[in-house]
């Protein structure tokens, strides 16, 4: 039987081609007011996964 991609996953994460995976971060849906505008313009940019979850994120998305 064919191995699935995790559809929520999918939406969520991108491979590059370099072999990584770029994420959104989390943190930036509601209740800004209490965030500064530099960490909301930080929070705003992609970031890559971190090494500890690639193996995880690999499976999720059948790399």
Do not use: E, I
């Not at 971060?25 to 979850?53: E, M």
């Amino acid at each position: 039987m064919k191995t699935k991609t995790h559809s929520g996953a999918k939406k969520r994460m991108r491979a590059k081609p370099g072999g990584k995976v770029k994420r959104h971060k989390v943190g930036l849906r509601h209740r800004l007011w209490h965030h500064s505008s530099k960490l909301k313009r930080h929070l705003g940019q992609g970031t890559y996964v971190d090494d500890a979850n690639s193996y995880q994120v690999d499976r999720l998305l059948v790399l």
